[in-house]
């Protein structure tokens, strides 16, 4: 990516005109390096896809009802077992888990460390592996949704 950047700051030098920053001009031919990179990346992603056995992997956009009840039952399951953690590690899945903030924020909001919220994190997910294996006999990943 450093060397398709490069060559195609050489190349467009002659046009560049001195309207912004040329730090602004440089990161903008480098965004679009990286975009054209990850374009070319999914395109052959999506070639491996297409292929016989790549379709089988795909994700059903239409679940069965069958399926829709299951993840209905998991995501009930794993709400009640949330509210059996202990407070911190509650708090810290359900940020994570529910409102998606990365663990930096989720540090700078409880006012602690990042190893802290990792580790409440880690043992809260040990807490429920072990619920579940309680309660549906060692099939951690059936209850999860």
């Known amino acids: 990516m450093f060397q398709q950047t490069w060559m195609k700051v050489i190349k467009a030098l002659p046009q560049y005109e001195e309207r912004g920053s040329f730090s602004s001009w440089l ?9 054209d990179h990850a374009r070319k990346k999914t395109r ?26 299951i ?4 995501k009930a ?12 590690q509650k708090q810290v899945v359900l940020m994570r ?6 663990f930096k924020e989720i540090a ?9 919220v990792l580790g409440r994190m ?8 072990k619920m579940a294996e309680q309660e549906h006999g060692g099939k951690w990943q059936n209850v999860m949704p």
Request: hydrophobic content about 30%.
């Open 71 to 74: 993840r209905k039952e998991q």
């Open 27 to 35: 990161f903008g031919i480098a965004n679009n390096c990286c975009v």
């Open 77 to 88: 399951w794993l709400e009640q077992a949330v509210e059996q953690l202990p407070q911190e």
């Open 122 to 129: 880690h043992y809260a997910l040990k807490n429920l592996r």
């Open 108 to 116: 700078r909001v409880v006012n602690c460390p990042l190893n802290t």
């Open 44 to 69: 052959s992603k999506v070639d491996d896809l297409t292929s016989s056995e790549g379709l089988d992997r795909l994700p059903n956009p239409h679940p069965n009802p069958e399926d829709t009840v």
């Open 97 to 102: 888990l529910f409102g998606q903030l990365p």
